[in-house]
Nanobody, 122 residues
Framework: QVLLAESGGGLVQAGGSLRLSCVAS????????MGWFRQAPRKEREFAAA????????YYVDSVKGRFTISRDNAKNTVYLQMNSLKPEDTAVYYC??????WGPGARYDSWGQGTQVTVSS
């Protein structure tokens, strides 16, 4: 059974930073591309960032480009999302997800975590 467990969310003031972690189990982590998604209150879930199987390629939605950095450590079965210069509009539940055959915003993500809440106060 594939399990993805996010952590690192919390309450932060605008301009602050947080680092989210997602630990994967029940899969061969290096065989999965990973993505971070977010869902703000009363909005649909949206793609935020993705990383390929070895961490060589990354992709970001325009609204987080230059502020967020996705990375992975295959030895630790973990993907990270470093979030800097946070804005109130970044407030959302953040989810990590795993995809086998593709990577990026259009990949089919088959496994999802439960999410971690990020709240940015103004």
């Amino acid at each position: 059974q594939v399990l993805l467990a996010e952590s690192g969310g919390g309450l932060v003031q605008a301009g602050g930073s947080l680092r989210l972690s997602c630990v994967a189990s029940g899969l061969t982590f290096r065989n999965y591309a990973m993505g971070w998604f977010r869902q703000a209150p009363r909005k649909e879930r949206e793609f935020a960032a993705a990383i390929d199987w070895v961490g060589r390629n990354t992709y970001y939605v325009d609204s987080v480009k230059g502020r967020f950095t996705i990375s992975r450590d295959n030895a630790k079965n973990t993907v990270y999302l470093q979030m800097n210069s946070l804005k109130p509009e970044d407030t959302a539940v953040y989810y990590c997800a795993a995809a086998v055959t593709e990577w990026g915003p259009g990949a089919r993500y088959d496994s999802w975590g439960q999410g971690t809440q990020v709240t940015v106060s103004s």
